[in-house]
């Protein structure tokens, strides 16, 4: 199984970085490739929501998601590429911010994606880094 860590660094502290990363519909704000986000359909006990690819609206992909708010850690599984995303964040302390960390697994069937899954993932790690940071930033 092909496997991947990135790591991205922002100002913000952890708890404004989990504000962003725990809700799905932020999502499209910074996760690289997500169109747009909606609730899981009530007859779907596996998934927690569903994530429509950029520029497929008309493709479902249901996802599961596992939170951990105190280890600010937050798993996400797609439940049709099977692809899983663990997300963590730490405090590097004394107000410096947060190093933002991902590890993705990819099931040998979707192998062939481990190439463009490392440059969503780098953008989307950019992403998050500079919405939360903008987000902590007090406005003048």
Request: proline content about 9%; overall charge negative; aromatic content about 10%.
């Amino acid at each position: 199984m092909p496997t991947f860590d990135d790591f991205a660094t922002t100002s913000a502290a952890p708890e404004e970085v989990w504000k962003i990363l725990y809700d799905p519909h932020h999502f499209p704000e910074w996760w690289s490739g997500i169109g747009s986000v909606e609730d899981a359909r009530p007859d779907d006990d596996r998934a927690d929501f569903t994530m429509y690819p950029e520029g497929y609206p008309d493709f479902p992909m249901p996802q599961a998601m596992r939170t951990e708010s105190k280890e600010h850690r937050m798993v996400v599984s797609c439940l049709v590429s099977d692809l899983t995303f663990e997300w963590t964040l730490e405090d590097l302390g004394n107000g410096e911010g947060t190093r933002i960390g991902v590890h993705v697994e990819i099931p040998d069937a979707e192998a062939h994606r481990l190439e463009a899954q490392r440059e969503a993932i780098g953008a989307a790690l950019t992403g998050l880094a500079h919405l939360a940071g903008r987000a902590a930033t007090p406005s003048p």
